[in-house]
Structure formats: C-alpha cells, structure tokens
C-alpha cells in the first residue's frame, strides 16, 4: 500500500486492512472436517476448498490461473476447455430450466475465455422414480438451447441413483471452443486506470429461483436472464480488442467476480452503487430477502474490464446488442488497497465488499 494512502487512514482502519493482508498471505487451509454447503457458495469457503485440496493436488500451468475455461495449445491452435454442474432446485423456473441452464453456463464460460464455443458433453445424474416426462422436456430444451447458441452436443452420459440420492436431476456439461485471436484475456491483468463494465442488470436469475420455490409470499414478475452471452463477447471484442478481463457473474455474483479480479491482479476495484443496474424487483426481493444484489447470481450477464480509454467504445459495444442494451459502467481500477473491492454507496460512504462467508444464499446454479 503507497505511504500517500496509508497517511490517510486512520489507526482503526489500518489495522483492518493489515488483518486482511496477513489473512490473504497465510497459506490456505480447509479447517472443517467435512464439506459444508458453504463450500459450493461460491464465496471464502469455495476459494479455500479449490485452493487448499484441488490447485494443491493437481496444480500446472493449465490449471493455475483459475480462469472459467482452460486454455490448450493443440499442434498450433489454442482451443478454449471448460466444465460445470449444475444443480438447480426447482428444475423449471420463470425463464428457463436446468437444461438451457446447463447449456447457456458453459457456452458462457468458453465466451468469457474469448473462444468460438463449438461442441458440449452432457451427463446426466437421474434419481430413481424421476419423471421421464420431465426429462424429456428438459432435454428439448438444452437442444433448442444448443441450436440457438450455434453448437453441438456430441457425447455424454448417464447414471441413475436409487431414490433419495439426488435430487431428481443434475447435470454436467463441458465445453470446447476455438480461440481465434492471439490476444489473451485473464483476471490478473486489469490495471489502475481500467473501466469496469457489466452487461446489464444483475441478480435477475437468483431471485428468480428463489421466488421460483414458493417458499416466500412474494409476487414478482423478474424472470431468469439465462441467455448465450458469445455473441455479446464477440460484438465487444471487435469493437475493443484491448478489453483485459472478462467473467460471466454466475455464483456468488459481480461481488465475487471483482473480488478475484482484484486479488489475481493485485489491484484495488471500486464500484459507485448507484451504477450498478438492478431491477426494482429485485431490488425489493433481495432486501425483503436480507441479501446484496451483488452477491446474487447472474446466468446471461458479463463483467468487463478494460482501459479506462475505450470503456465509452466498449459500452456503446454492449449497448447495440440485445444482450447489452442496459450496459453500465459501475466503477474503476485502483492501485490501493490492492486486493480489495470498495463500495462507494448511496449513502455516500465506503465499504469494503468480501466474499461471501457461509452459505446465506440457497443453491440456484
């Protein structure tokens, strides 16, 4: 941290921030002694768990960056690899399904990587007594889903529980697409100076499925974003070859998006509030929910970063595609205090925005 910075903060907020240093620097550790839910939230606990047990055992320079998709090098091509489960409880919400789900989160993840997605696996995990009605409906719809987003399912699998080991359907699906260009996007590369952009309105899919349960007396017309973002990702690539970072914000949200961009770049990310867009409905759900916005997951919005120069460029870019048409551009990139998000609220103070600790939000991906 620049002594300029430090000279302005006072003992107490200091102290905060060297906390938060010494804990980022200690080497992660899993100190539960059986996985919890707050493992698969997408917050402290995941980046723990992916990093104490997973980086640690299969760590390569493939592995290492973290990104949604792994980038190969194939006698001379650069192919783009990715893989995701999903798990959705209700199947079938306002919007979508865990089929087109399924499909639209990887055709994401390959986009954001800055590849041409091109072919699918699907594997299937049924629980015994699961309707096949409903797993045919499902299934149409990840193929009107793969034909919308221009790619092919070409191999899969499936496996059935004994009734009580699932929750009727999960699926997993990876992806392959094709890297074009020689310009390589990363969380650890955005720079002070740099705009940060996201697509639209965030949080719609999350309330979505939590409304979609029933369990809230809470009438809402939002429904699910669930959308194939590559074509957004490629009219923004065209138009602004610099961008530095992309990442669709599924779970734990934009919050948890800028948070790795920060710690990965060693950068400071901060954010007006009053920029970022989110619908009235959601607005109100979340509140009356107790949750942030920010933390809830999106399943057709991107985040952007990219030279504080070309962001008017990049965000007439996302505006004139459908996808895009209520792009803003919340905030910048900082030099200190590296590694964090600050919020600068309504209110007209600052807050630091961590990642998600425990598990307050029920699964919705």
Do not use: W
Request: include cysteine.
């Amino acid at each position: 941290m620049s002594t300029e910075h430090q000279a302005g903060l006072s003992d107490p907020e200091q102290q905060v921030l060297d906390r938060i240093e010494r804990a980022r620097r200690r080497k992660p550790k899993v100190r539960e002694e059986r996985i919890t839910l707050a493992h698969g939230s997408g917050g402290k606990a995941t980046q723990t768990l992916v990093e104490a047990v997973f980086l640690e055992a299969f760590r390569n320079e493939l592995l290492e960056p973290l990104e949604d998709g792994a980038e190969l090098p194939v006698d001379g091509h650069r192919l783009a690899f990715t893989t995701d489960s999903f798990v959705v409880s209700p199947l079938f919400f306002p919007g979508g399904d865990i089929g087109d789900l399924a499909v639209n989160g990887t055709v994401n993840d390959l986009a954001v990587s800055g590849a041409t997605p091109r072919y699918l696996s699907a594997g299937f995990l049924l629980e015994e007594g699961f309707p096949v009605a409903d797993l045919t409906r499902i299934v149409e719809s990840m193929a009107a889903a793969a034909r919308a987003a221009g790619v092919q399912v070409v191999t899969g699998d499936t496996k059935v529980v004994q009734k009580g080991k699932a929750d009727g359907c999960y699926i997993n699906t990876s992806g392959v697409g094709v890297l074009a260009t020689g310009h390589r996007l990363g969380i650890g590369t955005p720079r002070p100076g740099d705009a940060v952009l996201v697509s639209g309105p965030i949080g719609d899919h999350g309330v979505t499925v939590m409304l979609a349960r029933g369990e809230l007396d809470i009438d809402s017309d939002v429904v699910s974003d669930t959308a194939p973002v590559h074509g957004l990702v490629a009219d923004l690539l065209a138009a602004v070859p610099e961008v530095r970072a992309l990442r669709d914000a599924t779970r734990g949200g934009v919050a948890t998006v800028l948070n790795e961009i920060a710690r990965a770049a060693e950068v400071a990310v901060v954010v007006d509030e009053a920029a970022v867009p989110v619908r009235a409905e959601v607005r109100g759900a979340s509140e009356l929910l107790g949750i942030d916005p920010l933390y809830v997951a999106c399943e057709g919005r991107i985040v952007a970063v990219v030279p504080g120069e070309h962001a008017e460029a990049a965000l007439a870019a996302m505006r004139s595609h459908p996808l895009g048409e209520q792009a803003a551009l919340i905030g910048r990139v900082g030099d200190d205090p590296p590694g964090l998000v600050l919020l600068n609220t309504t209110f007209g103070g600052t807050r630091i925005v961590d990642l998600l600790v425990g598990d307050p939000l029920p699964r919705i991906c």
